[in-house]
């Protein structure tokens, strides 16, 4: 796929790893709409990219927990007719804690971003893409989508949505000249794990995290290939994959050891 003249949409940019595919795409000369609440650090990323890249940057601060937020953005971009080849559904959030104290608000933040507001935007971008030339979505998941995750289990299961979501979408669209990738990072040195507040957990200490931009790197190049599923970081991909064969019960004790924060 020629990415050049290319138009590619990318919720959550302002850190971690969306700003990270951001650079990637700018360099392989796509124009760029970015998506995220802090509006300051959009401008700075557009600024960054527009001088090293000469590509056109178009920032769109906006909280996507909003139920209308996903409509209101599609609306503007089809008003200033701006085309959209490549949709990046990276916007996400955790919360650690048991589900029964975590508060209400931050149960239903994770569910409308991580859930509503990417099938939305899914739905929304889907349709002028089927019309229109080669497209490409890629929803970032994680690997927590492959188990259940006491401590974290909202945020687990929204992940688990978005595979179970996107590899249903990725058999519907097949030979439409739209694919769809489901990217599934493992843990990564980004602002996620302070907002989640799982800094100091067994996960973290022991086993670490990968650094944004390699991770970045895997998710790239697998939406470049047209993969339906890409994990990123060997390790990453042993541990998905050999969930599968332990038993379930054992599998959310595992889990959930990992997730603990020891003294
Ligand atoms: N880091 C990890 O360990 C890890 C592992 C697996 C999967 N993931 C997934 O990777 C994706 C990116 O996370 P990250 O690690 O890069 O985390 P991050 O550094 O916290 O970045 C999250 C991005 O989402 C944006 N965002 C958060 N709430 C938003 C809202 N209500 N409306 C619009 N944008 C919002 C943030 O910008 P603003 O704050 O400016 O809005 C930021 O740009 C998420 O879907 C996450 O679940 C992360």
């Given at each position: ?35 995220a609440?802090s509006?300051?650090?959009?401008t ?6 527009q ?9 769109i ?9 996903p409509?209101?953005?599609?609306d ?15 916007a ?5 804690g048991e589900?029964?104290v ?15 507001a ?6 929304l ?9 080669q ?17 974290m ?16 979408l990725?058999?519907?669209l ?8 489901c ?5 990564t ?7 989640a ?11 670490g995290?990968?650094?944004a ?5 895997d998710?790239?190049?697998?939406l ?11 390790r ?5 994959e ?22």
């Amino acid at each position: 796929m020629d990415t050049r003249s290319q138009t590619v949409l990318i919720t959550g940019a302002s850190g971690g790893i969306g700003y990270e595919l951001a650079k990637l795409f700018a360099r392989d000369h796509c124009n760029l709409v970015l998506v995220a609440r802090s509006a300051e650090k959009l401008t700075q990323l557009a600024t960054e990219l527009q001088n090293q890249f000469g590509v056109t940057v178009k920032t769109i601060p906006l909280d996507l927990t909003a139920p209308p937020a996903p409509k209101f953005l599609f609306d503007q971009l089809q008003r200033e007719n701006v085309p959209v080849d490549i949709l990046i559904n990276n916007a996400g959030f955790g919360a650690f804690g048991e589900f029964a104290v975590i508060p209400e608000e931050e149960i239903l933040g994770q569910i409308q971003l991580n859930v509503t507001a990417l099938t939305h935007l899914t739905r929304l971008f889907l349709a002028p893409m089927l019309k229109g030339r080669q497209s490409k979505i890629m929803n970032v998941a994680s690997t927590a989508a492959f188990q259940p995750g006491p401590l974290m289990a909202v945020y687990y299961a929204t992940k688990a949505y978005v595979l179970s979501f996107s590899e249903a979408l990725a058999n519907e669209l097949r030979g439409s000249g739209v694919t769809m990738t489901c990217f599934c990072p493992g843990p990564t040195n980004t602002g996620f794990a302070k907002r989640a507040g799982t800094e100091g957990s067994r996960l973290l200490k022991q086993i670490g995290a990968m650094d944004a931009e390699t991770v970045a790197r895997d998710g790239y190049r697998g939406l470049m290939k047209g993969k339906t599923v890409v994990i990123s970081g060997t390790r990453n991909w042993l541990v998905a994959e050999s969930v599968r064969f332990a038993p379930r019960k054992m599998v959310t004790a595992v889990s959930r050891w990992i997730a603990e924060k020891p003294e």
